[in-house]
């Protein structure tokens, strides 16, 4: 299940309440039976759109979506049309769960890449020198320079800000990952546990 992203820390999370459920069936029906109708209809159109648009949870967006709607309807937010911002408010959560889905594969991938400790494996040493000597000899000084002596002399040396620095060896870190994920993704599952 994505973990939506929120300003306020975890426990001050904002969470459906009665009030907030009650001010949106409101606005949906005058009466309860067609509130609860027009909320029914409203959640199955978000389910189809979420699955349409391939989310696995469409359940989960459909009433965090739903959830969302309600906050605003509580504070007193000017919707005009409560079926469109329903749909906007859904596009921002179909957002939010992709990049979560996003994070959570790239985290994945990072831990079959280095593993959980911060020693390479013995398959991913031939693999990093192979990704290392295919940077050109510039930046195989800099990267071995940045993570082996002073920054600040490195920086200075080259006569760039420490920032620069950093940003140069960002970029090259991401170029060697990508290489070793490559590297690593051609060889069989099997052999990572070496």
Not at 40 to 50: A, S, V
Request: aromatic residues 6%.
């Amino acid at each position: 299940m994505p973990d939506f992203p929120s300003h306020a820390p975890r426990a001050q999370r904002w969470e459906l309440t009665r009030e907030a459920l009650d001010g949106l069936l409101e606005q949906l029906g005058p009466t309860v039976e067609q509130a609860s109708d027009a909320y029914e209809i409203l959640r199955t159109r978000l389910m189809d759109l979420f699955s349409w648009e391939g989310d696995p949870e469409p359940e989960h967006l459909a009433d965090e979506t739903l959830n969302r709607l309600a906050r605003r309807v509580l504070e007193k937010e000017p919707i005009r049309d409560l079926h469109h911002y329903a749909v906007g408010i859904a596009r921002m959560v179909m957002l939010e769960a992709a990049r979560s889905r996003q994070k959570q594969a790239s985290a994945l991938r990072e831990i079959r890449v280095r593993g959980p400790e911060n020693t390479p494996a013995p398959f991913e040493m031939p693999m990093l020198e192979r990704c290392l000597a295919a940077l050109p000899q510039e930046n195989r000084e800099l990267i071995r320079g940045y993570y082996s002596g002073d920054r600040i002399r490195l920086a200075e040396n080259l006569g760039i800000s420490l920032n620069a620095l950093r940003n140069r060896a960002l970029r090259i870190r991401e170029r060697m990952f990508n290489c070793i994920r490559r590297e690593r993704d051609k060889i069989p599952i099997s052999n990572h546990r070496e």
